[in-house]
T-cell receptor, first 115, second 115 residues
Framework: KAGVTQTPRYLIKTRGQQVTLSCSPI?????VSWYQQTPGQGLQFLFE???????NKGNFPGRFSGRQFSNSRSEMNVSTLELGDSALYLC??????????????FGEGSRLTVL | DQQVKQNSPSLSVQEGRISILNCDYT??????FLWYKKYPAEGPTFLIS?????DKNEDGRFTVFLNKSAKHLSLHIVPSQPGDSAVYFC??????????????FGKGTKLSVIP
């Protein structure tokens, strides 16, 4: 069973640019959530999508957005990049009950560097 | 307000000894508590969980203890092995304001097991 796939793995952008990150969940998983990991801050929740609908959103500015497609693949977008957006962005998928029990399956992440 | 706290950023333990990682939380509505392990350049992987109605769950060398009155949980690894060296994230699940579940992570504890 293929795992969660995130692309690209690494990318470098400059301030003011925008970026789009992609996530393909495990087949059959309909919930996709996104997290930002920065040194010393742990994993901070960005948003969660289920059946193309955003169910939850974390405490991030409106520059951070996402969407989910009918095949459960998800994308997140960050506009007007700032230096502080440099981080590892992790996508996770879960099956039925996954969010309740907390058992998420994570991808390897997309490492974004903003210069 | 940080709802899940891991107060020790790092921990060093000799191979064969016990590793104890601690986590405190503030939200009494958390239903499930989990530990995730993360190696560099990889996404977090689920390690072990415990329901809020239990006080102990064991899986091989890993045991999680929950003390609800103290809002504290701990992960015991016995015996510790060099391959256990990783960052360990404590996490907790609760219903969000939107009605679905959301996972909240601590900042992580870096465990180093010395051969």
């Amino acid at each position: 069973k293929a795992g969660v796939t995130q692309t690209p793995r690494y990318l470098i952008k400059t301030r003011g640019q925008q970026v789009t990150l992609s996530c393909s969940p495990i087949s059959g998983h309909r919930s996709v959530s996104w997290y930002q990991q920065t040194p010393g801050q742990g994993l901070q929740f960005l948003f969660e999508y289920f059946s193309e609908t955003q169910r939850n959103k974390g405490n991030f500015p409106g520059r951070f957005s996402g969407r989910q497609f009918s095949n459960s693949r998800s994308e997140m977008n960050v506009s007007t990049l700032e230096l502080g957006d440099s981080a590892l962005y992790l996508c996770a998928s879960s099956g039925p009950g996954g969010l309740w029990t907390g058992e998420l399956f994570f991808g390897e992440g997309s490492r974004l560097t903003v210069l | 307000d940080q709802q899940v706290k891991q107060n020790s950023p790092s921990l060093s333990v000799q191979e064969g000894r016990i590793s104890i990682l601690n986590c405190d939380y503030t939200n009494s509505m958390f239903d499930y508590f989990l530990w995730y392990k993360k190696y560099p350049a990889e996404g977090p992987t689920f390690l072990i969980s415990i329901s809020s109605i239990k006080d102990k769950n064991e899986d091989g060398r890993f045991t999680v203890f929950l003390n609800k009155s103290a809002k504290h949980l701990s992960l015991h690894i016995v015996p510790s092995q060099p391959g256990d060296s990783a960052v360990y994230f404590c996490a907790a699940s609760a219903v969000s304001g939107a009605g679905s579940y959301q996972l909240t992570f601590g900042k992580g504890t870096k465990l180093s097991v010395i051969p």
